[in-house]
C-alpha cells in the first residue's frame, strides 16, 4: 500500500511559519505532480500549491507571495514553506501525489494522512 507521509504542522502565532514535508516512494515521487491540498471544517478541499515533475508550480491566489512549495529529488519529499501566516491559513493540509501521464501508477492519486496547521495568538 502506498503511503505518503507529512510532518511539520502545528500551531503557530499569525505572521508565523511553519514548512510541511510529505515524503512518497520514489518510484511515485520521480513520476508525479506533487501538492498540497487544505480544507476546514465543513468546507470542501482546496488546492493549495502544487508542483510536476519539472518543476512547474501552481498557487492558489490565496497564497501566492507568502508559500513556496519545492521538491527534492534525492529525499523523495515535496516541501511546502509557509510564511506571514494568518488565521484563514487554518486547515488540516494534506499532500497528494498525482502521477503524470507515461507513469506505471498513472490513474491514480494517493493522498497523505492529512497534518493540522492552526495559526492562532
Known amino acids: 500500500q502506498v503511503q505518503l507521509v507529512e510532518s511539520g504542522g502545528g500551531l503557530v502565532q499569525p505572521g508565523g511559519s511553519l514548512r510541511l514535508s510529505c515524503a512518497a516512494p520514489?518510484?511515485?515521487?520521480?513520476?508525479?505532480?506533487m501538492g498540497w491540498y487544505r480544507q476546514e471544517p465543513g468546507k470542501q478541499r482546496e488546492l493549495v500549491a502544487r508542483i510536476d515533475s519539472g518543476n512547474n508550480t501552481n498557487y492558489a491566489d490565496s497564497v501566492k507571495g507568502r508559500f513556496t512549495i519545492s521538491r527534492d529529488k534525492a529525499k523523495n519529499t515535496v516541501y511546502l514553506q509557509m510564511n506571514s501566516l494568518k488565521s484563514e491559513d487554518t486547515a488540516v493540509y494534506y499532500c497528494?501525489?498525482?502521477?503524470?501521464?507515461?507513469?506505471?501508477?498513472?490513474?491514480?492519486?494517493?493522498w497523505g494522512q492529512g497534518t493540522q496547521v492552526t495559526v492562532s495568538s
Open positions: 497528494y501525489a498525482q502521477p503524470e501521464y507515461g507513469s506505471r501508477w498513472f490513474g491514480y492519486d494517493y
Open positions: 520514489g518510484s511515485i515521487f520521480s513520476s508525479s505532480t
